[in-house]
Each structure stands twice: as C-alpha cells, then as structure tokens.
C-alpha cells in the first residue's frame, strides 16, 4: 500500500478470484465456468465486429437491449447491459445504498458483496443462513436497507423460492430488492415473472456461466424503466462503453440461439445428477443445487485435504477456508468426461484417507 492511499481504503479487502492456472493443464472445476466453448456463430459475430474496432461501441447498446427485452418479455427501457453482472452489482451497491440505506445479504453468498460495501462505504447488514444453509425469507421483511439476494444462492446452490422473493419485495416496498440470478438457466425459476408487480425488484444475469461467454464480460440488469435510468446514471458517469462491441456481437449472437443455450443447461443438468449421485456414492453429501455447481462435503475426510489430493492428481475446486464452510468444496459441473475424471479420482482419495484411517 503507498502512503498515498486514500484511508477510506486502508482496510479494503479485494475479492480474491479462482485460480485461472496458465502453466499447467489442470481439469478446471473452480469458477463455474462453462465446459462448452461459444458456438461457431458466435464466435463469428465477435471477430466481424472486431473489423470495426476503430470505432466506440454504442454506448445505449441498443441492439442487445432490444434483444434481451425480446427474450424475457420486458421493455427496452428496463434492460442495461453491463460489463459483466459484476459490474451491474457495483452500479446498484453505487445507486441505491448510502449512508441511511445499509447493504443487506446472506452471511454466506457471493463474495464481492461484502468488497463491494466497503468499496462504497457503505455498511454491511449481515443476516446467517440457516442451519440446512437456506435464506430465510422473513429474515429480510422490513430490512430498511437494499437487499441482495443470489437466487440461486452461492457456493450453496440453494434456491428460495419465487413466492419467497415476492415477500422479501412486498414487504420492503420502500427498498430496492436485487436478485442475482447469474446460476438461475440451470433448474432455477427467474424472478422477470414479478417485475410487473414489483416495481423496486431489481434482476441481474449474466452470459458467463450459461452463455459461455466468461471471458466476453457481459451482464445485464433488468427491472423498471426507473431503476434501470438509475443504474443508467452511474454508467454514463463511469464508462458509457463498458460494453465492447465483441461481446455485444458475440451476446446478440447468443440470444439468437436459445436451442444452443438450453441444450448446454439441459447436459450439465444431466452431468450435476451424475456427479451427485457418484459422490453419494463415495460418503460424501451434497447440498440440493439448481446451479452448474454442487456443494460438497465427506463424512470424514476434511474440505481441504479433499481440496489438495484433488489439486495433486490435476484437478482444480473450490475450498472456502471459513467457518461453516470449510468442510465443504465447490465442484463446478464440466463435461461428462471432467466428471468422470472428477469420481474417479475422489474414489481413490477417499480409498485412500479410508486406508490410512483403518
Ligand atoms: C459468477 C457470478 C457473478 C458474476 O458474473 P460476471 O457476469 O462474470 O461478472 C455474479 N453473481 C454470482 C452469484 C456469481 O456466482
């Protein structure tokens, strides 16, 4: 840290992403990423557009907006893409919490959301899980802060219910409610259904994990025309071109070709009861997930030792060194054959740790 640094600063604790190994190939289980590369087509729209790359992207993203409105039945006003949904959770940490209006999530969820509090400076209201690792709905009823909720959750997998969503939303009227549904194409249920009722409900997606597209950066916001003018605000004080025009080429291509999309969810659907069903199998037990992860845990093995011997034989997840979840890794849901790989080597692991236990 410089002495320059500004002291609102001076604690700030940055998100600290998955490993993304260049120097050994490692089978790459720990950032739920898709196994599957972007189709031919779009592959196509992104190089086509990178021939215009003189110019600046359009700023209003018009084309994708229309687009995306096409695909969940809103308004083009009430879409706002965004340069990755990481991005979008920042303009709403930005827009809507402030010094009245504290932060208020899951104890256990996504990690930028505590990073992104203290990069605003804004408090953080910090509600536990329950024991079975689920939201409790009335946990949230008259939070009086802004409220942000990943629907499925994670590293969990957990879904709450959409009738849990409208009750956090009708009984916070006077606050934004913000669903990150970034895992909801595979098995979850989207919130867009409410949006007509819910005017202070907030959905945010992403094209990284069901779209294939991690390394394009493309996320998007969809709510009323107001909230998303005021997410707007923030980005046209930011950077009007966070989108660039290869990923709008290559997410407009996406859109076009939902077949694509639906397949892919549909197999690592079929690949996560695979692997869930082969863990059971080897003692170990799994969260219920409606994500293209799985939230594992062995009845006597700890997290990390399962963590390392994995790492060993090639194979990268995720371990969360904190309370309550360190027993556990997080296993994205690759191709079959990854998963294959995957059993197989948890088989021998736990042979093993069976072995020397004996
Ligand atoms: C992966 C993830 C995101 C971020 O996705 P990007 O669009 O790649 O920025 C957001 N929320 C949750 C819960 C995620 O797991």
Redesign the pocket.
Same mark, same amino acid.
């Given at each position: 840290m410089s002495r320059f640094l500004s002291k609102r600063f001076s604690s700030l604790e940055p998100y600290v992403p998955g490993e993304q190994p260049r120097e050994r190939k490692f089978i790459k289980l720990n950032t739920?990423e898709s196994p599957f590369p972007p189709s031919a087509a779009v592959v196509r729209a992104a190089a086509l557009a990178a021939e215009s790359l003189q110019l600046y992207s359009d700023p209003s993203c018009l084309a994708l907006h229309k687009a995306l409105a096409n695909a969940y039945g809103v308004k083009p006003s009430q879409v706002l893409a965004g340069n990755?949904?990481?991005?979008l959770?920042y303009f709403a940490f930005t827009a809507f919490c402030d010094a009245d209006t504290p932060a208020v999530f899951p104890d256990i969820t996504?990690g =930028?959301y505590p990073v992104f509090a203290q990069l605003c400076n804004v408090e953080a209201r910090i509600i536990p899980l329950s024991d079975g690792f689920f939201i409790r709905a009335d946990n949230y009823y008259g939070a009086k802060g802004t409220i942000f909720i990943?629907n499925p959750n994670?590293p969990t997998g957990i879904m709450m219910p959409l009738s849990d969503v409208l009750c956090i939303a009708r009984r916070n009227p006077d606050n934004v409610v913000v669903i990150?549904e970034?895992?909801v194409d595979f098995g979850g249920k989207s919130a867009v259904s409410l949006l007509k009722d819910c005017p202070n409900l907030l959905i945010?997606q992403? =094209?990284?994990?069901s779209r294939s597209l991690?390394g394009g950066?493309?996320?998007f916001a969809l709510g009323s025309e107001e909230l998303i003018a005021d997410l707007a605000a923030v980005k046209y004080s930011f950077n009007p071109y966070s989108v660039n025009s290869m990923t709008m080429a290559a997410g407009l291509a996406s859109l076009a070709e939902p077949e694509v999309t639906r397949a892919n969810c549909a197999c690592i659907i079929a690949n996560r009861e695979f692997t869930v069903d082969g863990l059971t199998r080897l003692g170990f037990s799994c969260l219920p997930s409606c994500a293209n992860f799985v939230f594992a845990r062995h009845a006597s093995i700890p997290g990390e030792t399962v963590f390392r011997a994995l790492r060993q034989r090639g194979i990268l997840v995720r371990h969360f060194n904190k309370e309550r979840l360190e027993d556990y890794n997080r296993i994205t849901i690759g191709s079959r054959a990854q998963m294959e790989a995957l059993l197989s080597a948890m088989g021998a692991i736990v042979g093993s740790q069976e072995g020397a236990n004996a």
């Open positions: 739920n990755g949904s990481d991005e959770l996504y =930028f990943a994670a990150d970034a895992y945010i992403t =094209f990284s994990k991690a950066r493309l996320g």
